[in-house]
Every structure is written in structure tokens, then in C-alpha cells.
């Protein structure tokens, strides 16, 4: 290679890494002028909505039998309205799975969980964000043991080993 074209290599190369880094910079940039336009900086995220330590007590959910038998699992995000008084007004649920079948397993579970909980006072007429993540793990059992763990903010975990297909027709 001449001396010519090692020195376009050259400055190709630092073009690229310069427009490389703009691309990364670029969107912090624009995010503290406010956008393209550089006016006024957009306004705070609103905080995060209350989650586990609005209960006085959360009631665990089952992991349904269906969903064993099947062997369907999936996150369902919960968002619960309490009334002024503290009981649950109104529940919204968002099922994330690759199952097609898990809303219709794992939300009934969930809404009777969250109905037989204790809200504490201090959360009277606020929205309430609570994830359910139903986990399958390890391999096939006649008797799966299901285990309930929560993880602060608002996150609880459901594991349960999946139930083998000879203990699902057995039980019928």
C-alpha cells in the first residue's frame, strides 16, 4: 500500500469512530436540550408506582395445576386499584408468555391472590404495581413443589419443577 491510501485508511477510520461516537453522545445530548429543537428539557419521569410494601400481607398465588399439566409459564403484571377505604377496587392484568393459553391460567390465580391480600392504610385510593413471574424449572416430576419469593420493590417469584406427563394422566 502507498503512502497515500495508508493515510485515507487512516483518516476513513478515524471519520468512522468520530461518527460512531456521535451516534452514541447524540442521544444524551439531544435528551438534555430538551429534543431536536434544543428547547426547554423534557420533564422528569413520574416516579414509580407504589408496590409490595402496600401490603400489610400479600396472599401468595397457587401455580395453577393447569399450567403444570401443560407446562405453561409466564409474567403477569398486576396493577391494583385500592379503594379509599383500602380494599381492592379494580385489578388490570398484562400476561407476557409464550403460551398462548397462560393468560387464561395464570390470571385467575393471581386476581384471587391479590383480593384476599391486606392493603395497608397508607396506600387507601392509591395504584398499586405488583410483577408475578411464574417459572418452570428442572425436570418433570409426579409431585411438583412450588416455592414463593419476593424480590422488593414489587416483584414475586412462583418456581415450580413442571409435572410429569405419567403423574397428569394419573390423577384424572
Given at each position: 500500500m502507498n503512502k497515500l491510501s495508508t493515510v485515507k485508511v487512516r483518516q476513513n477510520r478515524f471519520?468512522?469512530?468520530?461518527?460512531?461516537?456521535a451516534l452514541v453522545v447524540a442521544p444524551e445530548a439531544m435528551a438534555q436540550r430538551g429534543g431536536r429543537g434544543g428547547g426547554p428539557p423534557a420533564p422528569p419521569p413520574p416516579p414509580p408506582?407504589?408496590?409490595?410494601?402496600?401490603?400489610d400481607h400479600l396472599e401468595m398465588?397457587?401455580?395453577?395445576?393447569?399450567?403444570?399439566?401443560?407446562?405453561?409459564d409466564g409474567t403477569v403484571w398486576t396493577w391494583v386499584q385500592a379503594s379509599p377505604t383500602g380494599t381492592v377496587d379494580k385489578i388490570d392484568t398484562q400476561v407476557v408468555s409464550a403460551w398462548s393459553?397462560?393468560?387464561?391460567?395464570?390470571?385467575?390465580?393471581?386476581?384471587?391472590?391479590v383480593r384476599a391480600s391486606k392493603i395497608k392504610s397508607d396506600c387507601d385510593g392509591k395504584k398499586i404495581a405488583i410483577v408475578f413471574r411464574y417459572q418452570l424449572e428442572g425436570q418433570p416430576t409426579a409431585n411438583p413443589k412450588v416455592t414463593t419469593?419476593?424480590?422488593?420493590?414489587?416483584?414475586?417469584?412462583?418456581?415450580?419443577?413442571?409435572?410429569?406427563?405419567?403423574?397428569?394422566?394419573?390423577?384424572?
Open positions: 471519520l468512522l469512530a468520530a461518527m460512531a461516537a408506582l407504589p408496590g409490595l410494601e402496600c401490603f398465588p397457587d401455580f395453577p395445576a393447569s399450567a403444570l399439566k401443560a407446562h405453561v393459553q397462560a393468560p387464561q391460567m395464570l390470571t385467575p390465580a393471581v386476581e384471587k391472590a419469593q419476593t424480590e422488593k420493590p414489587n416483584i414475586v417469584d412462583i418456581d415450580s419443577e413442571p409435572e410429569a406427563a405419567a403423574a397428569a394422566s394419573a390423577k384424572k
